[in-house]
């Protein structure tokens, strides 16, 4: 289970070293030094966080997550809730370039 109690974050109790959405954009970060390393252009890319197991109403708070973040309520809508968070997470494409 993950919560963000006041301020910080937790798995199954214990305090995270990162929230959900800095581990998704040290992700990314990875991603794009290996395109780098490869000469691959660079894809435009996004971070959200889904938590599929967790029940809210409006999402946790922080202006960090705002309009990121995807829970059980919004799985059977996801038709509807996904270009919105798509349109919030995946920045506009970046110009291509095979430097």
Request: net charge negative; proline share 9%; with cysteine.
């Amino acid at each position: 289970m993950i919560e963000a109690l006041e301020g910080r974050w937790y798995q199954n109790g214990h305090s995270m070293d990162s929230s959900p959405l800095d581990q998704a954009l040290s992700f990314r970060n990875f991603l794009v030094e290996r395109f780098r390393n490869q000469n691959i252009n660079l894809p435009t890319i996004g971070c959200a966080v889904c938590f599929p197991n967790a029940m809210f109403e409006k999402g946790p708070w922080g202006d960090d997550l705002r309009g990121l973040v995807i829970g059980e309520k919004d799985l059977p809508y996801l038709k509807g809730v996904l270009p919105e968070v798509m349109t919030n997470a995946v920045p506009k494409p970046w110009p291509v370039s095979n430097s």
